[in-house]
C-alpha cells in the first residue's frame, strides 16, 4: 500500500511541515537554548504565553513531556494527582509520573463530554493522615482526547479552579488540541486557563509543526521547570530550527482549524447515514469522530480498520472492539471525505 497523508485519518499528528515552516527552518536564526540563548525558541515561549494568557513558556520535546515536566514540577514523591480515568496523561503517557516522579495517580470517571464530577473531587481529595497519600495535584484536558475531542467551556475550569484553590490542588491542564477548543467555541484561548497554574500545548498536531510543545505557567514555575525538563534529557540546544516552525504554526495555522473541524462533521454526518454505523454527529465538535459499529455488524473494528487499509488505503484507528476513531487534519479535504463514506458504506453494506 502506498502511503498517503490524505488518506490517513489515524491521527492529527500525522500532519507534514509546510512550504513556510520549512523556510522559516532554514532560515532560523538559532543560539544555545540550554544557555537560554536561542532567540527563536525565545520567540515561540514569549508567543506561547500571550496565546495561553500565563507569564512564561518552555518549548518541549512532546506534549508527554510537557506533562510530565508540569507534574514533576508541581509534585513529588508521595503526592497525589487526581486525574480523569480515561485522560491521555494516565492511559497515555507511559505512567511517567509514578514511574519517574513517585507520583500517586488517582483516576476518577468522566462524563461522557470529559469532565469531572466536582463532588467527587472533593470527595477525592485526602485528609491529612500518615495513611494517605497527599493529595496535590488536578490534572485536566481540554479539548477531551477520549470523549471524541469534546471542547470544554471555561466555565468547567472556573468550577475546578475553586475546587483546587479550596484544597490548595495544584492545576495542570493538557490543553495538547486547546487551539482545537478555543476554536470551536470561538474564544480566547486564554480564557480557558485562567484558573489553571500551568497548562502545556501540541504545536505538532492540527497546527503541523514537525515537533513540539509549549509548557506555560508563571515565570517562576517556568524557572523551575527548566530543571525538570533537563533531568528528563530535554535540555535542546539550537532548537530554534524547530521553533521557527512553532511559530509559523502559531500564525498561520489556528484559525484554519475551522476547517478540519467542519470536515470532521462533514465526515459524521455522512458515516451517521451508513447502515451499520452508530454515531451521534452532535457530538463531532472538533477534528475527532468516533464512531461505533452497530451489533448486528459481522465485522469488529480492528477487521473494519483492516478492510478500509487493504480494499481503500485508509487509515483509522480502532479503540475496542466496536469503536473506532477518524481524525481530520491539514492534509484532508472534502472531496477526502466522501471518499471515506463511500468506503465506509461499500464495505459495509456491499
Ligand atoms: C497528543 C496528546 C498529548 C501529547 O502527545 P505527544 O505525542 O507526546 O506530543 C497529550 N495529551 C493529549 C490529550 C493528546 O492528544
Redesign the pocket.
Known amino acids: 500500500m502506498t502511503y498517503e497523508i490524505t488518506r490517513d485519518y489515524r491521527s492529527d499528528?500525522v500532519t507534514l511541515p509546510t512550504e513556510t515552516m520549512r523556510t522559516a527552518m532554514a532560515r532560523a536564526e538559532v543560539g544555545d537554548d540550554v544557555y537560554g540563548e536561542d532567540p527563536t525558541v525565545n520567540r515561540l515561549q514569549e508567543e506561547a504565553a500571550r496565546r495561553m494568557g500565563q507569564e512564561a513558556g518552555l518549548f518541549m520535546a512532546?506534549?508527554?513531556?510537557g506533562?510530565l515536566v508540569a507534574i514533576l514540577t508541581h509534585a513529588g514523591r508521595g503526592d497525589e494527582a487526581i486525574a480523569g480515568i480515561d485522560s491521555?496523561t494516565l492511559l497515555w503517557e507511559a505512567g511517567g509520573m509514578a514511574t519517574l516522579g513517585g507520583i500517586f495517580p488517582h483516576p476518577l470517571p468522566t462524563d461522557e463530554d470529559g469532565r469531572l464530577d466536582a463532588d467527587a473531587v472533593e470527595a477525592a481529595v485526602r485528609t491529612d493522615n500518615p495513611h494517605l497519600a497527599r493529595s496535590r495535584l488536578l490534572l485536566l484536558?481540554n479539548s477531551y482526547?477520549s470523549r471524541g475531542g469534546f471542547p470544554l467551556p471555561a466555565s468547567y475550569f472556573a468550577d475546578m479552579g475553586a475546587i483546587a484553590k479550596r484544597h490548595n490542588l495544584r492545576v495542570h491542564l493538557?490543553g495538547?488540541?486547546l487551539f482545537n477548543t478555543a476554536v470551536a467555541l470561538e474564544c480566547d484561548p486564554a480564557s480557558l486557563t485562567e484558573h489553571v497554574d500551568s497548562v502545556t500545548f501540541?504545536l505538532?498536531?492540527g497546527l503541523c509543526a514537525p515537533v513540539g510543545?509549549v509548557l506555560c505557567g508563571s515565570s517562576d514555575f517556568i524557572h523551575q521547570a527548566r530543571r525538570q525538563r533537563k533531568l528528563l534529557g530535554g535540555g535542546m540546544r539550537q532548537a530554534g530550527i524547530l521553533a521557527a516552525a512553532g511559530l509559523v504554526a502559531l500564525d498561520e495555522m489556528v484559525d484554519r482549524l475551522v476547517e478540519d473541524h467542519t470536515h470532521a462533521f462533514q465526515l459524521a454526518t455522512g458515516l451517521a447515514a451508513v447502515d451499520g454505523i452508530v454515531l451521534d454527529r452532535d457530538r463531532v465538535r472538533t477534528n475527532i469522530v468516533l464512531f461505533e459499529l452497530s451489533p448486528e455488524v459481522p465485522l469488529d473494528a480492528a477487521r473494519f480498520a483492516r478492510k478500509l487499509a487493504e480494499d481503500h488505503s485508509l487509515l483509522v484507528d480502532p479503540q475496542d472492539d466496536r469503536l473506532i476513531r477518524a481524525v481530520t487534519h491539514h492534509g484532508i479535504e472534502a472531496r477526502h471525505i466522501e471518499q471515506f463514506i463511500s468506503a465506509a458504506a461499500d464495505i459495509l453494506t456491499g
Open positions: 499528528t512532546s506534549g508527554s513531556m506533562n491521555h484536558e482526547g493538557d495538547a488540541r501540541c505538532s498536531k510543545s
